[in-house]
């Protein structure tokens, strides 16, 4: 086992981990985190997105010990009643996934909204090609894309031109 320390949502954790865990991992079983998802176990998918110190990654595919005093933010942390990202309130992206109906069952959703971030801290008005681009690791079976591309656009129009 070997000590590991983190922050998750603004909190800092301290566990003991295999070497093998993985992170998503870590932050379902361990620290009860599951809005993260898992879906493939191989990276294909996307259920498992996260924002490791700032950058979308696919934690079913991260070693836990590659957190080593990073900043790890999940679905979680987006938005919370107090001391989350958006303190009361849904991020602009999760908003716009509702507004535009891009989710359906829901399993995809908390990875899709996590890469749109990643996207659009890349892309503030990312063009068609740029969005399929930055979402073409996450897999949706049940929307058809469309309204996700949809919730994208809106969401950057939201975050460019806040009320």
């Not at 998503?24 to 997105?49: E, N």
């Not at 992206?93 to 995809?108: D, I, M, N």
Request: aromatic share 2%; with cysteine.
């Amino acid at each position: 086992m070997t000590s590991l320390t983190l922050k998750v949502n603004g909190s800092v954790h301290t566990v003991d981990v295999e070497d093998r865990t993985l992170l998503v991992d870590l932050l379902r079983d361990r620290l009860k985190l599951t809005g993260t998802h898992v879906g493939c176990d191989t990276s294909q998918c996307g259920c498992c997105t996260v924002h490791l110190d700032g950058i979308a990654l696919k934690s079913c595919t991260t070693l836990a010990l590659q957190a080593e005093g990073a900043e790890v933010v999940t679905i979680e942390g987006l938005a919370a009643p107090a001391g989350g990202l958006h303190p009361g309130g849904l991020h602009p992206v999760q908003e716009a996934f509702s507004a535009c109906h891009g989710l359906q069952c829901g399993y995809c959703t908390p990875g899709m909204i996590m890469a749109t971030i990643d996207l659009l801290a890349r892309h503030p008005d990312p063009t068609d090609e740029q969005i399929r681009a930055g979402l073409a690791g996450n897999l949706c079976r049940c929307t058809g894309y469309i309204n996700i591309e949809a919730a994208v656009r809106a969401a950057a129009a939201a975050m460019r031109h806040p009320d």
